[in-house]
């Protein structure tokens, strides 16, 4: 019998134990029940919870009858958690009326449900209710004491597993609570008590919130910029050639990303003095300051789509990186291609047309927020064999926001609104904000991933997690500015046989059948809202089939994101349809159409014209 075959008879005879002894000696009357309903239906909470020791004899004994007349937990310390924290005063501010329809709350820390049941029977059964609960036997207490299969039916209740990679994706499946409602996050102070890990999940949580409302309220009011440019560059990216075969060829390369925090400063003329043999990689952003510093990096990278990027051309010496590579997102500004003299590569991203299109013909990288994110990914996927960073601070330093020769440098930055303020290392107190806090972790997160060591050239900014932090003089005693004999050489040379190496592509244009669709959609539902109080729930039905038609299409669903969820507002944050809904179907159906029509008219093209286009 296999470890975790074990594991799952032994819970299921525990629980069967439990269930059948008397409630006034261990009541547990609902464990049977809520185990079963989650086993049959495949809930991941139950592999997990099959796969985590847990200790029955605290299930056997910690459960008593408080002073107060409830049942209650007994920690190591003999004292009940809710002795001194009654539930009565603890959750009468965990619901809020306004948008709670369309909102979410995650609670850390089950107790004995005294919380989560709370937030479960004073919102309506659409508000999402997300318990992360990191200690089994808690969780199988709290599943022991209400019957909770009525609210995994419905959908209301979800039970997380407390892993960073399956939370992220439960974060990312709320946009449409972020858009139309309120995610509130509720950490459970009598569940605080028995342990750190509680802190600690909501602390990551709340950053991984934090930094998802950044990422949407990006994609909601600027999606429709990034992916117009994508379509502006489709026929040039086509030409310029792809990425995909330096998936390993960075083996026994040692790589630097040079950021442009004002340390730079400091670490440049260091690293000038010992350059080692290794790739050097940054912004395009960063290159006046490093030509100002006396270094020229192997390659450098661009993803901001707006027209702020073109400032950089105005310190950026021609002949400086007339032979530095750039890779670009495809959703960069168009001009910045035009305008940039050295050679170009493309890199498809996630979110853009290529998301589906092309995942199997090229690679299509998640960017992240944050250019250091991306070199991070890219090298990550070209396989070096360690990794340092220098000049990434994520914070202003006495007064300094970038070093000298950045287009955004400057030398007397003051708090203001919208900073925050950390600790560096010393901890001393340092200026940044939510943008910048929320590009150190995702880069945190990203190392994590790493199967390599990463250095830190520190200087004095946000420490980032993950790294080892060591000085010029260590790195280049110890070879961290060191590879393999000829490996950045021979980098270099894949990285030119990736220019004008992709095929063409066809892909026919459907506009023609999309605005026959939508049209006739346009007239059915002109005839339901001629009758709207009898026809809600025909309503409901076809604009629910039109969620689904214009989501279908891999290469136009990126450019209708926000149609989608414009669309996703009248059949999932909608419960009763008026005569003005109509109009706001009629003006999403237009935008629909405009976008099709582009698209066909600048990616649909024939391989002959993509090669001049």
């Known amino acids: 019998m296999t470890q975790l075959a074990y594991n799952l008879h032994f819970l299921l005879v525990t629980v069967h134990f439990l269930s059948m002894r008397g ?3 261990n009541p547990y009357p609902f464990l049977k029940d809520n185990i079963e309903y989650l086993q049959r239906t495949g809930n991941p909470i139950f592999q997990w919870l099959s796969s985590r020791p847990f200790d029955e004899d605290k299930l056997r004994n910690s459960l008593f009858i408080n002073e107060f007349g409830l049942l209650d937990w007994r920690m190591e310390s003999g004292k009940g958690i809710l002795e001194s924290l009654p539930p009565q005063g603890l959750y009468g501010n965990w619901t809020t009326p306004e948008k709670a329809t369309t909102s979410a709350t995650f609670v850390v820390g089950s107790n004995l449900g005294y919380g989560v049941n709370h937030v479960l029977a004073n919102t309506p059964d659409t508000h999402k209710v997300m318990l992360l609960e990191p200690r089994p036997e808690m969780l199988l207490a709290c599943l022991g004491q209400t019957d909770y299969r009525p609210f995994f039916e419905r959908k209301k209740l979800h039970v997380m597993i407390p892993d960073e990679r399956f ?3 439960v974060v990312r499946n709320l946009d449409l609570q972020f858009v139309y409602g309120s995610i509130h996050l509720k950490s459970d102070i009598p569940s605080r008590q028995l342990g750190p890990e509680y802190a600690r999940w909501s602390t990551w949580l709340k950053n991984k919130l934090e930094n998802f409302s950044l990422e949407l309220s990006t994609l909601r009011h600027r999606q429709d910029v990034m992916v117009r440019n994508e379509i502006d560059n489709f026929a040039k990216a086509m030409r310029d050639g792809s990425l995909k075969p330096m998936e390993g060829r960075g083996a026994g390369v040692g790589a630097v990303i040079l950021g ?13 003095e010992k350059m080692g043999h290794v790739l050097y990689t940054c912004a395009l952003q960063t290159i006046p300051s490093l030509q100002t510093l006396g270094i020229k990096p192997h390659l450098c990278a661009a993803i901001d789509y707006d027209g702020s990027m073109l400032k950089v051309f105005e310190r950026l010496d021609p002949d400086f990186v007339q032979d530095v590579p750039l890779i670009y997102s495809t959703k960069i500004d168009p001009m910045i291609l035009k305008r940039y003299p050295g050679p170009t590569l493309p890199l498809w991203t996630v979110g853009g047309v290529g998301t589906y299109v092309l995942k199997e013909r090229d690679l299509v990288l998640d960017a992240g927020g944050n250019v250091s994110v991306t070199l991070s990914r890219f090298l990550r996927y070209c396989g070096v064999s360690h990794l340092l960073l220098a000049g990434q601070d994520y914070a202003w330093i006495n007064g300094r926001s970038h070093s000298g020769g950045h287009h955004n440098h400057t030398t007397s930055m003051r708090l203001r609104s919208w900073h925050q303020t950390t600790r560096n290392m010393s901890g001393e107190e340092i200026l940044t904000t939510v943008q910048y ?5 995702e880069l945190e997160d990203d190392l994590k991933q790493s199967g390599f060591p990463v250095y830190n050239l520190y200087g004095g900014g946000v420490p980032i997690e993950g790294t080892k932090v060591v000085d010029v003089e260590t790195a280049y005693s110890q070879g961290v500015l060191a590879s393999a004999p000829g490996a950045v050489e021979r980098f270099l040379g ?3 046989a990736c220019e004008h190496n992709a095929p063409p592509l066809r892909m026919d244009p459907r506009s023609p059948m999309w605005t026959s669709s939508l049209h006739n959609m346009e007239k059915h539902l002109a005839k339901l809202f001629k009758n709207l109080k009898a026809n809600q729930k025909s309503v409901h039905e076809a604009l629910n089939r039109m969620e689904l038609f214009i989501k279908q299409d891999p290469l136009y669903a990126p450019y209708l994101f926000n149609e989608i969820v414009d669309l996703a507002g009248l ?10 809904d109509l109009g706001e179907f009629k003006r999403i159906s237009k935008n629909v159409l405009k976008k099709v029509r582009e698209i066909d008219r600048k990616v649909c093209l024939p391989p002959n014209e993509q090669a001049v286009a």
């Open 494 to 496: 894949d990285l030119r």
């Open 260 to 272: 442009a925090g004002p340390s730079l400063e400091t670490m440049a003329p260091l690293l000038k």
């Open 437 to 441: 806090m929320t590009a150190k972790r």
């Open 571 to 580: 059949t999932r944050a909608k419960f009763a349809y008026e005569a003005k």
């Open 23 to 25: 409630r006034a000696m």
């Open 167 to 169: 939370l992220s994706e």
